[in-house]
T-cell receptor
Framework: DAKTTQPPSMDCAEGRAANLPCNHS???????VYWYRQIHSQGPQYIIH???NNETNEMASLIITEDRKSSTLILPHATLRDTAVYYCIVRETTGNQFYFGTGTSLTVIP | GAVVSQHPSWVICKSGTSVKIECRSLDFQATTMFWYRQFPKQSLMLMATSNEGSKATYEQGVEKDKFLINHASLTLSTLTVTSAHPEDSSFYICSAGQDTAVRTQYFGPGTRLLVL
């Protein structure tokens, strides 16, 4: 599975959009991009996934570049409850295992 | 939908004892479940893949005789930490995925183990 690179930490003002980048330059054509987040002392929570088209759900939007080498998770109106570690993971459609990187620790500031 | 539970949420045990942790998929069936371990301020580390009706697959460096995994049904996998020692103290998390093409994984709330 391709490796991902994320900034270790980011801050965002409450109510503003949080844009979390992820680099996955070695991604292959049959690998999805998944985003999860982990609030302190809890299990990871699924946010969104995509293959090559941009995706949006009730939690977030996922923007994948045309060459698929990077993506951005957008939380449109960050709240204090969005403070968490966000993980970007790529995995083959036929694969099973998820391998977590170090993620981005997002702090939403009042 | 897609809820995964774990039991217990907290366990404290004496060194040398064995501890069993249960992982259940509550509203879907999962032929495959996964066990992770997370130390403080670190990321999740995949320990093993639990396969219903067959032997688990362990990641490199994980002792299969130390961490016994049983996946007896499509909704239950158990992890037994045998002869636990203080260095086994950690946050253990399981996940399960629906058997769809996308195979999104859903995670349990985790079990915190403290070995004294």
């Amino acid at each position: 599975d391709a490796k991902t690179t994320q900034p270790p930490s980011m801050d965002c003002a409450e109510g503003r959009a949080a844009n979390l980048p992820c680099n996955h330059s070695t991604i292959s054509g049959n690998e999805y991009v998944y985003w999860y987040r982990q609030i302190h002392s809890q299990g990871p929570q699924y946010i969104i996934h995509g293959l090559k088209n941009n995706e949006t759900n009730e939690m977030a939007s996922l923007i994948i570049t045309e060459d698929r080498k990077s993506s951005t998770l957008i939380l449109p109106h960050a709240t204090l409850r969005d403070t968490a570690v966000y993980y970007c993971i790529v995995r083959e459609t036929t694969g099973n295992q998820f391998y977590f990187g170090t993620g981005t620790s997002l702090t939403v500031i009042p | 939908g897609a809820v995964v539970s774990q039991h217990p949420s907290w366990v404290i045990c004496k060194s040398g004892t064995s501890v069993k942790i249960e992982c259940r998929s509550l509203d879907f069936q999962a032929t495959t479940m996964f066990w992770y371990r997370q130390f403080p301020k670190q990321s999740l580390m995949l320990m093993a893949t639990s396969n219903e009706g067959s032997k688990a697959t362990y990641e490199q460096g994980v002792e299969k005789d130390k961490f016994l995994i049983n996946h007896a049904s499509l909704t239950l996998s158990t992890l037994t930490v045998t002869s636990a020692h203080p260095e086994d103290s950690s946050f253990y998390i399981c996940s399960a995925g629906q058997d769809t093409a996308v195979r999104t994984q859903y995670f349990g709330p985790g079990t915190r183990l403290l070995v004294l």
